[in-house]
């Protein structure tokens, strides 16, 4: 870090957010916005969660989802089935859910890129089916009534509570992902990002790295998930194993930005908010489907590297004095270059335009 | 035990519903096999064309199949307008993921305008030969499901031919096997690319046709035909038409048969599990698959 300034500026600003997480069930107007922070905080714990998979490894999954309707569900049948306290059972579901991603990470991993989407889609797909379809068990479609842990509560508290131990899990999720960050691990799990080959070559045992993350990253979920079921208290397959769910979390993971600490959180805070907001302003009509795809789309085509860069990037031109660190180019940049000076070899007169987030990294040093 | 009427027409609509995986599955390959791309909105294109062939039997009074006249220009169009103008403008390192989210954004984008003006309500075709059936050793085989099946054997005969036999298919499996020695050879690949979505996209409005006739159909049907097309192109290894083919006809028919002791819903798990499967124990599929190792 070359100076103070960079140093203090990136505590200072969590300090507020933290300050701002804190003090909204205080300043919220109503119960009903209170709980729509709720919503918004369970995405930005779910998005976090998901960027541990996403982030570090640049493995895709559109399946966390499923991974947190199963921890809701697992939750929600040791609450009801076998008796357990309600927070011995949502760490039990955790677990379990943990132990569920070791298998589901072996063969969806085994192989790159396409297939592993299309693996996390198939979850979520098969475990709708088999929730719906095992009536006996998990209720089908009617739902699974999950027992509220403190039943005394009024629902403004429930909300606050429920705020608390959300923010509480987005603190640890956060932590954690700041400590692999740093770890030899997670430089082993960025090296499988940037090329996986040349880091399998180098000695990084790329199978069980990603496999490790993947089983960490869905024992996030599933506590985020279960967490739900105890708060909400309700669950229905539909909503539980939806494919929009795992899309809300890619959404907003990439529109804040996959690379950074805060990224998902900033990214769940905008989309969180967005959906709350199309809630009320569509309804129940399917705009709100057309409006996550536009967005979605926008965010892929335009920033795919997420709004935090790009903000970190004005700011570096604003002052170029600093421009001390060194930047490696990635692979993406690499094969960029190469896919750009092969367009202007053609120089065809379709040679397209560089997208908003393109122009930003040179090598500097 | 099941009679062997019933077990020989489970056999026959397997057959028949395979022909039409085939087709949508030979569409994913085309996909994949030219730019490393799994289109999501492959099934909602399917369910648009559904959409088209209901809306013209019921608001213009046409037989659902010369909606096709329209819709496979239309889609081929599209096709081509999605590659150009969307895909080749994604970054090549992450292409194969940022390319699924895209098509996914592109597959909400379907559903979500499909609801709006044709709203949830689950529709079907009335037509006038839509019940006729014939019996064959004691099989109740649907004239639908016949033409439906007929369809999907035109237009993946019709694939064939052009792949194989004309200048454009040659220039188009000259891409799809190297697209840096086709551009030697001074193939222009990017055009190629466009027209192969092009055609891909066909085959989704020639299968939405073919379901449309004997299939109800809603804004969100599109989930239920992604799974079981995804599990094809993988079991059949990405990226490998006759693989495709032949894991669509061989899980067509396991789903048909196993809705005898399990019931549909249960039937439809034999594809997920074909999927896990074959990543557990193939990776690279277990016909051809020459491209998914790389991935």
Do not use: C
């Amino acid at each position: 870090m070359p100076n103070v300034s960079r140093r203090w500026f990136p505590l200072g600003a969590v300090a507020v957010l933290a300050a701002a997480i804190l003090a909204f069930p205080s300043l919220a107007p109503n119960p009903y916005i209170l709980s729509s922070g709720v919503v918004v905080l369970n995405y930005a714990v779910l998005a976090t969660s998901w960027n541990f998979v996403g982030g570090f490894t640049g493995y895709i999954s559109l399946g966390h989802g499923a991974l947190a309707g199963l921890g809701g569900y697992a939750t929600g049948l040791l609450v009801t089935k076998a008796d357990l306290p309600s927070f011995v059972a949502l760490i039990v579901a955790a677990l379990l859910v943990a132990v569920l991603a070791v298998p589901l990470g072996l063969a969806a991993l085994r192989v790159r890129g396409a297939s592993f989407v299309i693996v996390s889609i198939a979850l979520v797909l098969i475990l709708l089916l088999v929730f719906q379809s095992w009536a006996s068990l998990t209720g089908g479609s009617r739902g699974l009534v999950v027992p509220r842990p403190f039943p005394g509560l009024l629902r403004p508290e429930h909300h606050r509570v429920f705020f608390y131990l959300y923010a509480a899990l987005l603190a640890i999720a956060v932590l954690t992902w700041w400590l692999l960050d740093r770890s030899r691990f997670g430089l082993g799990l960025k090296a499988i990002r940037e090329d996986e080959d040349k880091a399998e070559a180098l000695g990084t045992p790329t199978y069980a790295y990603k496999l490790i993350v993947f089983v960490l990253s869905a024992a996030f979920t599933a506590l985020s998930g279960g967490l739900y079921a105890l708060w909400f208290g309700d669950l229905d397959p539909v909503f539980q194993f939806s494919v929009l769910t795992g899309s809300y979390l890619v959404l907003m993971a990439l529109l804040g930005g996959v690379r950074t600490l805060f990224g998902p959180l900033v990214g769940a805070l905008i989309v969180g908010t967005a959906l709350e907001y199309f809630k009320t302003e569509f309804g129940s009509t399917p705009l709100h489907l057309v409006a996550t795809g536009v967005l979605l789309a926008v965010v892929v085509l335009v920033m795919p590297d997420g709004v935090l860069p790009a903000i970190a990037a004005g700011w570096r031109r604003l002052r170029p004095g600093e421009q001390s660190s060194i930047r490696e180019m990635t692979a993406a940049d690499l094969a960029e270059q190469r896919h750009r000076s092969r367009q202007d070899d053609r120089s065809g007169p379709q040679g397209d335009q560089p997208a908003a987030g393109e122009t930003r990294e040179e090598v500097r040093g | 035990m099941p009679s062997g009427g019933l077990l020989l027409q489970s056999i026959i609509l397997g057959l028949l519903l395979g022909g039409l995986y085939a087709l949508l599955a030979a569409g994913l390959t085309l996909y994949f096999g030219i730019m490393r791309v799994v289109m999501i909105a492959h099934s909602a294109f399917l369910i648009l064309a559904a959409y088209l062939a209901w809306w013209s039997n019921e608001r213009l009074g046409v037989d659902p199949l010369l909606s096709l006249l329209v819709t496979v220009p239309l889609f081929f169009g599209a096709g081509v307008l999605l590659q150009r103008m969307l895909l080749s403008r994604l970054r090549a390192a992450t292409l194969t993921m940022m390319s699924v989210l895209l098509t996914f954004a592109i597959a909400l984008i379907i559903e979500g305008l499909l609801g709006y003006a044709f709203s949830g309500t689950q529709r079907r075709i009335q037509l006038g030969y839509g019940s006729a059936s014939f019996g064959l050793f004691g099989a109740r085989i649907a004239v639908v499901k016949l033409i439906a099946f007929g369809l999907a054997v035109l237009a993946l005969g019709s694939l064939y031919l052009l792949m194989k036999r004309t200048s454009f298919g040659w220039a188009l499996r000259a891409t799809i096997q190297h697209q840096d020695a086709a551009r030697l050879v001074g193939i222009d690949t990017e055009r190629i690319a466009g027209f192969g979505f092009g055609l891909g996209l066909a085959t989704a409005a020639v299968g939405g046709t073919a379901l449309s006739l004997d299939t109800t159909i809603y804004p969100s049907l599109h989930w239920h035909w992604i799974g079981p097309l995804m599990a094809i192109i993988v079991v059949g290894g990405l990226g490998s038409v006759p693989g495709a083919a032949a894991a669509a006809m061989l899980l067509g028919l396991g789903q048909s048969l196993l809705q005898i002791p399990m019931g549909t819903t249960w039937a439809q798990t034999v594809f997920y599990v074909a999927l896990f499967a074959t990543l557990a124990f193939r990776p690279q599929g277990f016909f051809g698959g020459r491209l998914a190792q790389r991935f």
